[in-house]
């Protein structure tokens, strides 16, 4: 089966040390692979890669199939991978409102006004925010905020998403209920997702699947169990003895 | 689109810049026989020298007036700003007028001392100094209140205000007070009409004397352009290694929100000596009313103001949007780095320090053609040379704000499927109107003060008013001239308080 998103042999360096160094990864269609690593490993740099905002020096992403970037060429720009992104800082544009937030990306696309609305619709009313349509994001709480960005992210109908830590900054029991939510959106919606995390109890209860970065190296992947019962590095070994 | 604004950008800057060499081979060494002689070389020193010694002061009382107004307790310091910013965005010879008005033999308080003073190189000092040193305060001020608060939070925690003052504030503002030095070193060389008018014999006017006046010689105004050319490298050079990227906060106005620095003891002194400052730019202005209304300047002023207003607002306003424009395509390609925006930048920058008659004389040799009259005849000559020259306010204001605005909006808007030319329009440009407004603004208000420019390629009948004013000055009746004078402040405070406006409805 082709590969959602797959980065190949990829090597990437700023200035004087390697970022990435020959990493491969991939992950597969519907999957929900969950990046886990310290920071300063790199984890950030792979999905600027995915989006096509950096290209490595060498190695090759390809996006179902698709050869995106190539050896220092980005060959389809990030405007046009039809990836989906949750930024960690959510960056929703504070001069549009929720609805013009989602509107911006369909209407880039070139959808109809008509389509456009009924979809902001369906996916703000699937986010529980319909009220909430006309405010500015200045007006939201950071749980409808973060509703906002996951939408504007999904109302596109992308072939894969990509979310740099997206609840790091909410309290325990906002970040429980919106891990539900984002699981059961992906999942309906068979979105095959790169979920950046450095939390473990994150990357567990939302990642089908599990891969450790450190040093710009994919050190381990698997499920939570093997990464438990056999941890390859003092790293993986640190943070599952974090786990209940 | 980065192509198509720096196509712009080299057809009005560099074009001008890289025609002195043809038109040098082409006036040959006869021309070039000019520069053998002492005087040229004398007048370069006097001007080099005069423009060192102004850069001097204006760094010597702007820095610090800067730190106080940005971040002290001095008393209306928000009005005090204002008030001394405010001569900077008048012709300089508007304010020597003044000072004749007011220290001529004729003047309200003028004395056969005071006028000779006046008439002499302390004049020309004196009233440049005054009109530059707010380049110098509020590129500090602006520089200052984009600081991080919690970098000086951290040094208060252990350090005097003064001590943070001197060894946190002043060189985190380093940037700015290089910019500034440079700033007013390139405005002071290629100012004409102060020295003219009061009598100084300096480059540039030997420059002008040779395109317009008695001794009227193309081929040797090119030659004396010459000297001024690694004049002009040499700013470049140091603004690229001690400013570059780091440029002038001009639309980083956030306000004043943190606890200012007491200054303790020395308030009172502090503070008289800021006013006094302050009161001090506005007094020629004062003056020229007072001229303006006694002698019926002011009546007058219709028969003779003609066209003028009407030039410099079209021609600054077509200008400004143009230089606002390029500046949101290049100030945002300097900002992200984007590929050859740092060189387009340069260039931007080597045009506004470039001594205005090198730029003047290129203008002419590039545009004064059979072909090419339709420009060169109408007042496209004039948005064309305000536009080369003052393209760089434009570019800083856009990057300087595009730089405190998160790179992940446009990211987002990419990653949604918007293109460049999208993105710039629907998120770049709302979220730094700001910015993009006030280098509108400052561009209009930069082409309304040119004189030193515009007087070099004015097409015949469509002066503008600085023009207007300083070629009235040697033959009309004074109390009209200071009128005019009048309406160029008028003019440029009425912009200025329209901009304003715009800018508070923009940060709603």
Sequence with gaps: MTAAIALEHVSLSFGAGPVLDDLSLEVEPGELLALLGPSGSGKTSVLRLVLGFLAPATGAVRLNGETVTLDGRIIRPPEERGVGMVFQDLALWPHLTVAGNLEFGLASRGLPRSDRSGRIRDMLSRVGLEARARRYPGELSGGERQRVAIARALVLEPRAVLLDEPLSNLDAPLRRELMVLLFQLLKERRVPGLYVTHDIREGASLGDRIAVLESGRIVQEGSLDRLRTAPATAFVRGVMEDLP | MLVAAGTVLVLAALLPLLSLVTELSATGRAALAVLRGPRPWELFLRSTGLSALVTAGALVVGVPLGVLIARSDLPGRRMLWLLHLFP???????????????????????????????????????????????VCTSLVSLSLLGLDASLEEAARLVGTPARVASRILAPAASPAIALSAIVVFALTISELAVPMFLRVDVFPAAVFARLGGIDYAPGEAFALALPLVPLSLLLLFFERRFVGPRSFAVAGLRGMSRDPLPLGPWRPVATLAAWSLGLVSLAPLLVLLVRATRGGGLQELPRWVGRAPWTSLLSGAVAATVIATLGLVLGHAAARRSRGATALDALSMLAFVTPAPILGVGLIAVWNRSWTQAVYASLTILVVGYVARYTVVGVRAVSSVVLQSPLHFEESAAVAGARFSRRLARVVLPLNLRGVIGGWLLAFVFCLRDLETAVLFYPAGREPLTVRLFTLEANGPPSVVAALAVAQVTLTGAVLALGVLALRRSAR
């Design chain 2, 88 to 134: 900077l965005f008048l012709p300089p010879f508007v304010l020597a007028l003044g000072w004749f008005h007011l220290f001529g033999r004729t003047g309200l308080l003028g004395t056969e001392a005071t006028a000779r003073t006046l008439f002499g190189g302390a004049g020309v000092f004196w009233v440049l100094w005054l009109a530059f040193t707010p």
